[in-house]
């Protein structure tokens, strides 16, 4: 828990933007205040893509914001600064050294004399449980232990702030557990060199499992939706009825801050630049059919969803975006709750199910109905997919926009609403599908 709360690292008013083809830069962070406190691990939650990693790299100084200020220790952050040490996601090890001398090599900036930089390298070896193995290389290690290198080359130059992005994540869920259970033994027997943590993570029973207090992004552009305490004493029940109820507010305001509710109006929220979750038809007819089934009967909270078919939250978010986005369910509070749409979709055929679909891509998904509306004003009712590249990069970021047409593809292909070509790059009107 907090020991007294000062900032260490303070991020005021930070905004990051992007160029894109044309018109003004396309804003992904905006205007972030974030304090990073002494004696906490912060975790960073959001969806995927809504500008985590690359906050805590403005906050490591790796990336300078277009606009506001990282103050660390009291001074403007300019740059990358003794006392930030950053572990990754993808272990980032050199294969040609050994793991004494992957360990020292993050003391190389610091201009130690050798024998105090290998005895911090054997102090940080020796805590994080790497003893016995200085000098295999890293293709003798097994993903966690190679972990452990990376963990323990932070620990060696004793930093200040230890930044965390998504560091059990390349990890199989049994060993992942354990390096979690390691990392907080020592963090509060206070083993560790470090006095406060940030870490982005994508995991939320994770989240709430290590963290004291959770910041949570919206997205497009990222904005603090929530900051929320966990009070809780460690260690920490997953079982626990209060560990539940953290994690359901967490589901919560996820939800709140990702997705909108239509409104009885049903006009789709964010026109023809509207992000389109990478889900496929798979998938969003499964998972209607699963909550319209028992035990759920058209009703069902994410974080039970999630446990039930054991997905993290980057899996079923784009499910029940696309089930909101389309009017086959609500998605609020942390729940999904099916509409009438949804209903008779789960108990169709397929021939009535593609109707259906089809439907709700032409009134609640604008860039199909662009595309269909494009297709048929034009002589030849064919369009290169250059074409609507060049309109959602005006709105979106090139992998945002990518993402999205892929999307808008896949769902007109099984509407029967256009076809693609996927080597020639091209889209082409099916004779029956024209603008509604």
Known sequence: MA???????????????????????????????????????LGLLGRSGSGKSTLLRIAAGLIKPTSGEVIYRGAPLTGPAEGISVVFQTFALFPWLTVMENVEAGLDALGLPREESHRRAQDAIDLIGLDGFQSAYPRELSGGMRQRVGFARAMATRPDVLLMDEPFSALDVLTA????????????????????????????EEAVLMCDRLVILSSHPARVGADISIPLPRPRNRIDEEFGNIVDTVYAALTARTIEPAGDSKQPHGGLGQPLPHASVNRIAGLIEIIQRAPYHGYASLDVLAKSLSLEVDDLFPIGEALHILEFAELKHGALKLTAAGQVFAGSGIDERKKLFREHL?????????????????????????????????????????????SAIAWGRYAELFAYEDKAKTFSAFADTGPQ
Do not use: Y
Not at 186 to 194: A, D, G, H, V, Y
Not at 379 to 392: K, Q, V, Y
């Open 362 to 406: 032409l009134r609640f998904v604008p860039l199909t109905a662009h595309i269909c509306r494009v297709l048929h004003e034009r002589d030849r009712h064919n369009a290169p997919r250059s074409r609507f590249d060049i309109e959602l990069g005006d709105h979106l970021t090139h992998r945002d926009a990518e993402r999205t047409l892929n």
């Open 177 to 204: 557990e354990t390096l979690r259970t390691d990392f907080l033994d020592l963090w509060e027997q206070k083993q560790l060199p470090t006095k406060s943590v940030l870490m982005v993570t994508h995991n939320i």
């Open 3 to 41: 020991e007294d709360g000062a900032s260490i690292i303070d991020l005021r008013q930070v905004s990051m933007a992007f160029a894109k083809r044309g018109g003004d830069p396309l804003t992904v962070l905006d205007r972030i205040d974030m304090p990073i406190r002494r004696g906490e691990i």
